[in-house]
């Protein structure tokens, strides 16, 4: 089972910061945060991920919180290409990616 | 740079048949994994190979099976197929030395009849 829980769709106005939370309430002291995108039929794509510190990347940043339960992905200016289903994954160095059934995004114009 | 590449895109099989897809993985990628994708849910992951060895398996029966080749591209065969087994096949790649981060091809759409 997903060692993450997100909420099941947002919505977002185009043009506005995107925020995507997500809770990982188990996560251990090893174990990374990844987020992936996947829009309609296509494989997922790499995000970001991160440990414990905060993370910025050309795509979004990744806010993760002082005790490591959650973590928020924020697209700072969202498109409407940027509608697509975000899964957020907790995961240990070599382990295997468990997907849960992750956050439909809709970016309204 | 050459991502990942998937054949066929699509295929059509009845049940009971055998069916192989393949996977070519990003350019200096060394390690290989095979999702299911079922509709509207999240890709369950089937198993990895690395050095031409299957190093973990998901909860899939041995109908599943695999291979990956000396050039690090990879077949995933199902047997004796089933109407449940209709799904997006994803492939993914990563080296090995270099952590987790995974890059997934665009898929193929498997329908069994």
């Known amino acids: 089972d997903a060692k993450t829980t997100q909420p099941t769709s947002m919505d977002c106005a185009e043009g506005r910061a995107a925020n995507l939370p997500c809770n990982h309430s188990?996560?251990?002291?090893?174990?990374?945060v990844y987020w992936y995108r996947q829009i309609h039929s296509q494989g997922p794509q790499y995000i970001i991920h991160g440990l414990k510190n905060n993370e910025t990347n050309e795509m979004a940043s990744l806010i993760i919180t002082e005790d490591r339960k959650s973590s928020t992905l924020i697209l700072p200016h969202a498109t409407l290409r940027d509608t697509a289903v975000y899964y957020c994954i907790v995961i240990d160095y070599g382990q295997n990616f468990v997907f849960g059934p992750g956050t439909r995004l809709s970016v309204l114009p | 740079d050459a991502g990942v590449t998937q054949s066929p895109t699509h295929l059509i099989k009845t049940r009971g048949q055998q069916v192989t897809l393949r996977c070519s993985p990003k350019?200096?990628?060394?390690?290989v994994s095979w999702y299911q994708q079922a509709l509207g849910q999240g890709p369950q992951f089937i198993f990895q190979?690395?050095?031409?060895?299957?190093?973990q398996r998901g909860n899939f029966p041995d109908r599943f099976s695999g291979h990956q080749f000396p050039n690090y591209s990879s077949e995933l065969n199902v047997n004796a197929l089933l109407l449940g087994d209709s799904a997006l096949y994803l492939c993914?790649?990563?080296?090995?030395?270099?952590?987790?981060?995974?890059?997934f091809g665009p898929g193929t759409r498997l329908t069994v009849l």
């Open positions: 993914a790649s990563s080296l090995k030395a270099q952590g987790d981060e995974q890059f």
């Open positions: 188990t996560i251990s002291g090893n174990e990374y």
């Open positions: 190979y690395y050095e031409e060895e299957e190093r």
């Open positions: 350019s200096g990628h060394d390690t």
